[in-house]
C-alpha cells in the first residue's frame, strides 16, 4: 500500500455511490412530494433486477437474442433491451399502488406513519412476490467473465463499473434537466416545496404525484439492475439491504433535495468502501448506518439543508 | 355579482370556525374583510379557494357552483389566492415562481405574462433568478400577487397583504393594489389594518367569530366607531 486511501476504492466507491444516488434521488423526491418514507423502494429495485433477469431469459432467448459479452462488458445487448422495459413495469407498478392504496389513504387524511407503514407492507409482499417466482438462491444475469480495466496509479476496476457510472451519469443530469426545463418538473417542486400553495397556483397536485411515482419507481428500476449487475448477483434481500445506504444518502443530503441525495449517496458510497481497509468488509452496511446516526445527531436536517 | 358566498359553515376537525358568514362582490368591486384575530378571515378566503371546504352553504363564481371543487379547478376558473403566511416557493427561483402559475389567459387580450407582470413589479425583473426563499419579506409579497396575476384571474384573494411589511413597503403595496383595481380587477382582501383596508376598499364586511357583523361601504365604516370599536383591533 503505497497511498493512507487506497484509490482503487475511492473509485470503487464512487460507482456504489452512483447506484446509491439514483436510488436516494427518487426516494428524496417521493418523499418531498408524498411527505412520507417510501420503505418499499429498495423491493422496487429488487423486482425491476428480478423482471430483467426474466426478459432476457424467457421472451428475449426465445426469439434467438441471448448473447452475453457487449464489447468490454459481461453482459450482453439483451439487458440493454430489457431494462427500459423493467423500468416501464416498475413505474406502471408505482402508479397502480399509489390508485390503490396510497391515494386511498392520502384521501382519508391518513398520517405520515401509517403511510410508511403502508408502504412496509408493499415491501414485504414485493419480496413474496420475488421469492414465489424466482425462490430465494442466488441467481445472475447471463454473464462472461472480462478482464479488468487497468486505470493509471494502479487502479484496477471492472469494465461494467464504467457501464454502471456513465448510465447513472445520463439518467442524473436527465434528472436534472426534467426538474429545471420542464413543465411537470418545476410542479414538482413546487408542490414539494408547498403542496397547499402550488394547489392554489392551478396545479393538480395528484398529477404531480403520479409522475413522481413514474420518477422515483424508474430511477429505483435502473439502480436495481446495477446493483445486480454491479455485485453479479440478484437476491431477494438486495434491494432491502439497500434501504440503509439509500435512507444514508436522503437525510444526509436533506430531505426532499435530490441534489442533496447525489452528493450524500457519494459520500456514503465512499465512505463504506474505503472504510474497509480498516475494517472488516461484512461490516461494510454498519459504515452507512452510523453515517446515518452522526447526521442525525449533528445535522438532523442534513449537510446541504439551510432553510427551515 | 362576479362572488357570491351564501351561508358557509367551517369547521377545522371538531371546531366549528364559520357560522353562515354570507357575502357578494360584483365585477371590479375592492370588499374588504375586516376582523380580529381568530375571526374567521383566513377560513372564508380558504373556503372560498377549496383549501378548507365549507361543510354546508353554497359559493358561485360566475354564476358557477365552485363549493367542492378542488383548489387548483378553482385556480383555473379565474380565482387567485395570496395566502397570508408561505405565499411562495422558497426554493424555486423568482422567474420559476411566476412560469408554474402562467395559465393560457381566458380572453384573447390581456393575459399576463412574465414581462407585464415585471413592467407591474418594477423591482422583480432584477432578481429574475434569485430563488425566493432569499427575498425580502417586501419583495416576495410583490412576488406572491405577481405569481397570483399569471393565472390571470378575474377575482383576487389577498389574506392580510400588508401584514409584517415596513411602512414604506406597504405605501408600495397599496400603489399597486390600486393600480391592479384601476385595470378592473375584482379584489377581496382581508385585514387587521383598518386605514390600508378602507383606504383601497369600495365595500367592508366586518366579521367576529365566523358571522358577518357589519356589511357597507368603506364610508360607512369609517363612520360607524360603535362597529369599529367592537369588532376591530385599533
Known amino acids: ?308 | 355579482m362576479i362572488l357570491e358566498v351564501d351561508d358557509i359553515h367551517s369547521y377545522y376537525g371538531l371546531s366549528h370556525v364559520l357560522f353562515g358568514i354570507s357575502l357578494s362582490i360584483a365585477e371590479g368591486e375592492v370588499v374588504a374583510l375586516l376582523g380580529r384575530n381568530g375571526a374567521g378571515k383566513t377560513t372564508t378566503l380558504r373556503g372560498i379557494m377549496g383549501l378548507t371546504p365549507p361543510s354546508q352553504g353554497s359559493i358561485t363564481f360566475q354564476g358557477d357552483e365552485i363549493q367542492g371543487k378542488p383548489p387548483h379547478a378553482i385556480a383555473r376558473m379565474g380565482v387567485a389566492l395570496v395566502p397570508e403566511d408561505r405565499r411562495i416557493f422558497p426554493d424555486l427561483t423568482v422567474r420559476e415562481n411566476l412560469a408554474v402559475a402562467e395559465r393560457k389567459p381566458r380572453v384573447m387580450a390581456g393575459g399576463w405574462s412574465v414581462a407585464r407582470v415585471y413592467d407591474l413589479f418594477s423591482g422583480l425583473e432584477k432578481l429574475d433568478g434569485r430563488k425566493g426563499g432569499h427575498l425580502s419579506g417586501g419583495e416576495q409579497q410583490m412576488l406572491a400577487i405577481a405569481r397570483a396575476l399569471m393565472g390571470n384571474p378575474r377575482l383576487l384573494l389577498l389574506d392580510e397583504p400588508a401584514e409584517g411589511l415596513a411602512p414604506l413597503v406597504v405605501r408600495r403595496l397599496a400603489e399597486q393594489v390600486r393600480m391592479l383595481k384601476e385595470e378592473g380587477m375584482t379584489i377581496l382582501v382581508t385585514e387587521q389594518n383598518l386605514k390600508f383596508a378602507l383606504e383601497l376598499s369600495d365595500r367592508a364586511y366586518v366579521i367576529e367569530k365566523g358571522q358577518v357583523r357589519f356589511e357597507g361601504t368603506a364610508e360607512e365604516l369609517a363612520k360607524n366607531e360603535e362597529v369599529r370599536g367592537a369588532y376591530l383591533a385599533l
Open chain 1, 1 to 308: 500500500m503505497t497511498s493512507v486511501v487506497e484509490l482503487e476504492l475511492v473509485v470503487n466507491g464512487l460507482v456504489m455511490g452512483s447506484i446509491i444516488a439514483l436510488g436516494a434521488m427518487g426516494l428524496t423526491l417521493l418523499y418531498g412530494n408524498l411527505k412520507f418514507a417510501h420503505i418499499a423502494h429498495g423491493d422496487f429495485m429488487t423486482i425491476a433486477a428480478y423482471l430483467v433477469l426474466f426478459i432476457i431469459s424467457v421472451p428475449l432467448s426465445n426469439i434467438g437474442l441471448k448473447a452475453i459479452g457487449l464489447g468490454p462488458f459481461t453482459f450482453g445487448y439483451p439487458l440493454l433491451v430489457a431494462l427500459p422495459f423493467a423500468v416501464l413495469i416498475a413505474a406502471f407498478a408505482a402508479v397502480l399502488l399509489d390508485l390503490g392504496v396510497y391515494r386511498r389513504l392520502r384521501n382519508r387524511g391518513s398520517g405520515t406513519v401509517v403511510m410508511a407503514m403502508a408502504s412496509l407492507g408493499v415491501a414485504i409482499a414485493l419480496r413474496g412476490l420475488v421469492q414465489i417466482i424466482w425462490g430465494g438462491d442466488i441467481q445472475q444475469y447471463p454473464r462472461m467473465s472480462k478482464l479488468f480495466f487497468k486505470l493509471p496509479m494502479d487502479v484496477r476496476i471492472p469494465p461494467d463499473a464504467l457501464f454502471i457510472a456513465g448510465i447513472a451519469l445520463v439518467v442524473t443530469i436527465s434528472l436534472h434537466l426534467l426538474l429545471t426545463k420542464t413543465k411537470i418538473g418545476k410542479a414538482m417542486r413546487a408542490t414539494a416545496d408547498n403542496v397547499d400553495l402550488a394547489r392554489v397556483t392551478g396545479i393538480n397536485t395528484e398529477i404531480v404525484i403520479l409522475w413522481t411515482w413514474v420518477i422515483g419507481a424508474g430511477l429505483a428500476a435502473v439502480a436495481g439492475v446495477l446493483l445486480a449487475v454491479f455485485q453479479a448477483q440478484l437476491l431477494p434481500i438486495m434491494g432491502w439491504k439497500f434501504l440503509i445506504p439509500l435512507f444514508s444518502a436522503v437525510i444526509l443530503g436533506g430531505i426532499g433535495n435530490p441534489y442533496g441525495a447525489f452528493w450524500g449517496a457519494m459520500i456514503v458510497g465512499v465512505s463504506a468502501e474505503v472504510a474497509t481497509q480498516w475494517i472488516n468488509p461484512s461490516y461494510k452496511p454498519a459504515i452507512a448506518f452510523a453515517i446515518l446516526i452522526v447526521v442525525l445527531l449533528l445535522r438532523p436536517r442534513g449537510i446541504f439543508g439551510v432553510r427551515d
